[in-house]
């Protein structure tokens, strides 16, 4: 599903100088595999991550997304894809703080390629308050993210990642602000999710005890896949 | 739900910048409408009264033109006299068609026997007008009456009353004018009869007597033959009858138009001011904003959302912010300029007439139209540079 050839992405900092973040990496994921990455900070995880999910321009090599290189796609069919076939969760609070809970799991709804008509607004509103029951939090779909916790902030974003029904599944440092039986709370339900669903899960942590969740592991240093963990 | 409320809670959601917004797009746009409800409506009182005047000369005693156009444009009442002859005279002057005199009174101010106080009288002769005579014809079907006038569009007969008391003596009011927005909109219109009429009951009517000398006039409105050349005309009767002065009306209020060009002048360059100074602040607060939300927007591109629906979106927060502070203050700049009109004219010299309401709303319209772009523009660089970036680039720190 997912296919990196020999890609590197390189930052410019300031005066000329630039940083690599990830050196000529080749890696291929398989539909339906839950794939944990590893490393620590600063060892490309999330460049890595955004490269495939087509955020990040690569310096060079090729992001193939089911056969597709994503850059030599428009911005329209770029986002259509991120839209459609992928799911976010990221390390960093990302609700949006003027939505409630329930708004923000249907906003990926309103970037739809396709204006959804007012039967599949409703459809799309049934499935979020679905989703809302499945991380447990059918009793905050009107709270704001300011008042819910961290934990329950997090599954507000596995819900939203959930919600146009996604073939790929990125999350990012998803525990790492999370206290230990939250983190394990958390990723049993990427690990149900995944058993349900099928969706690829590609997950990175800088946590080796989380390679447990995952189908297979991998591990990150200086830009680079070391080793297959675990 | 869609971008545009999207981009009202996000409004919501940041009052500080949306203040800062909303008061730069009042000020803007209750700046521009209030300047130009104040500037237009001056020359448009200007341009009625010299259409009312319906001369192309006014001859008057000399040293009287200040007094004779603060008469005509501020109501304030003049009294100066001159020959009767004059009109004669003027009247053979070549050139002239029309040569028709007139006397400027007053009412008393503080006395029961003038119901409307220091009110400005124009009295005319009307075997010779040809200022007023068409009004008359197209609107009374004929002469004033003795003891009738017609009034200026402010002139009204008191409550509890069936005419107007001038000097003790009831005059009829039998026609109202349309509104000039200066002085002649206070002013009455009465014949050389009933003016005399007024002047001899005065005597034993009035608390104090209406005096016009003998043989006297304040002034002859002078009509030009198509084809003579009118300064050439005034020239010709400063030259043949001594001690007056010819006013040519394209030459009257020049120095009222002077101001309003120089006042005209002051707006423009203080909208100026006050127009980049709002860009420049609304364009540092958008760049703020859009650089507090990076993240944000990132989220939203990895969302889904293309480019241009996040230019949309940020831009929908500008456009609702202008549409609601121009709004506003175009509602409260021509409150206050209706309100406060008595003080702006006292403050500017200048009378200006109100447009109809469908007048301001039209130029409202367009003063909203104005803001909106301005804001959209200045928005538009900040969002359309954080549109443009890689989501990585805007999710990093």
């Not at chain 1, 398989?30 to 794939?35: A, C, N, Q, T, V």
């Not at chain 2, 000398?213 to 020239?235: E, N």
């Amino acid at each position: 599903m997912i296919e990196l050839q020999d890609v590197s992405k390189t930052y410019s900092i300031a005066k000329g100088r630039s940083v690599p973040a990830v050196q000529g990496v080749t890696l291929q994921v398989e539909r339906g595999e839950f794939l944990v990455i590893t490393g620590r900070s600063g060892s490309g995880k999330t460049t890595l991550l955004n490269l495939v999910a087509g955020l990040a321009r690569p310096t060079s090599g090729r992001v193939l997304l089911d056969g597709v290189e994503i850059w030599k796609l428009p911005d329209a069919e770029q986002s259509r894809l991120r839209n459609e076939k992928i799911g976010f969760v990221f390390q960093f609070p990302s609700l949006m703080p003027s939505l409630t809970a329930l708004e923000n799991v249907l906003l990926p709804t309103l970037f739809a390629a396709a204006k959804s008509d007012t039967k599949a607004q409703a459809g799309a509103r049934e499935r979020a308050v679905q989703l809302m029951d499945e991380v447990g939090l059918s009793d905050k779909l009107d709270a704001y993210p300011r008042q819910l916790s961290a934990g329950q902030q997090q599954r507000v974003v596995i819900a939203r990642s959930l919600i146009n029904r996604p073939e790929l599944l990125l999350a990012d440092e998803p525990t790492s602000d999370l206290d230990e039986q939250t983190e394990q709370e958390i990723m049993a339900t990427f690990q149900a999710i995944h058993a349900r669903t099928g969706v690829t899960v590609l997950l990175v942590t800088h946590s080796t005890q989380l390679i447990v969740f995952g189908t297979r592991a991998l591990r990150m240093q200086g830009g680079q896949i070391v080793a297959a963990d675990g | 739900m869609g971008l545009i409320r999207l981009a009202r809670r996000n409004l919501a959601g940041s009052s500080f910048r949306s203040w800062v917004v909303f008061f730069c797009a009042a000020l803007m746009a209750g700046f521009v409408i209030g300047g130009t409800l104040v500037i237009r409506g001056a020359d448009s009182s200007l341009r009625l009264a010299l259409e009312r005047l319906g001369a192309d000369i006014l001859v008057i005693p000399a040293g009287n033109e200040a007094r004779i156009e603060s008469a005509l444009l501020m109501g304030v009442p003049a009294h100066f006299w001159m020959p009767a002859s004059v009109a004669d005279q003027i009247a053979a002057v070549p050139g002239v068609v029309a040569a028709s005199p007139q006397l400027y009174l007053a009412t008393l101010r503080g006395a029961t026997c003038c119901s409307l106080p220091e009110m400005f009288l124009i009295a005319y002769d009307p075997a010779t007008d040809f200022t007023l005579r068409p009004w008359l014809e197209q609107n009374l079907e004929g002469e004033l009456r003795l003891m009738e006038a017609v009034g200026g569009n402010h002139v009204y007969i008191p409550s509890g009353q069936d005419n107007i008391l001038i000097y003790g003596s009831a005059v009829d009011l039998v026609g109202t004018l349309e509104q000039t927005g200066a002085g002649l909109d206070q002013s009455m219109f009465l014949t050389f009869e009933t003016a005399n009429r007024i002047a001899r009951l005065s005597y034993t009517l009035a608390v104090k007597p209406l005096e016009i000398p003998p043989d006297s006039i304040s002034s002859v409105l002078v009509k030009v033959a198509p084809d003579a050349d009118v300064h050439q005309v005034a020239q010709q009767i400063a030259a043949a009858i001594p001690g007056v002065a010819p006013m040519e009306a394209t030459n009257l209020f020049k120095e009222q138009r002077l101001q309003l060009l120089g006042l005209l002048r002051s707006i423009v360059v203080l909208l100026g001011i006050t127009w980049l100074l709002a860009m420049a602040l609304i364009a540092l607060v958008f760049s703020m904003a859009v650089n507090e939300r990076r993240r944000e927007i990132g989220v939203m591109r990895a969302l889904g959302a293309t480019r241009l629906a996040v230019l949309q979106s940020l831009l929908w927060e500008a456009v609702l912010l202008a549409l609601a502070g121009g709004v506003v203050g175009i509602a409260i700049a021509s409150l206050a300029t209706f309100l406060f009109r008595d003080l702006i004219v006292g403050l500017m010299g200048v009378p200006f007439l109100l447009p109809s309401l469908s007048g301001v709303l039209a130029l409202g319209l367009a003063g909203l139209a104005l803001v909106l772009a301005s804001v959209v523009v200045a928005a538009l660089f900040p969002t359309l540079r954080i549109s443009l970036q890689d989501p990585a680039v805007s999710m990093r720190e």
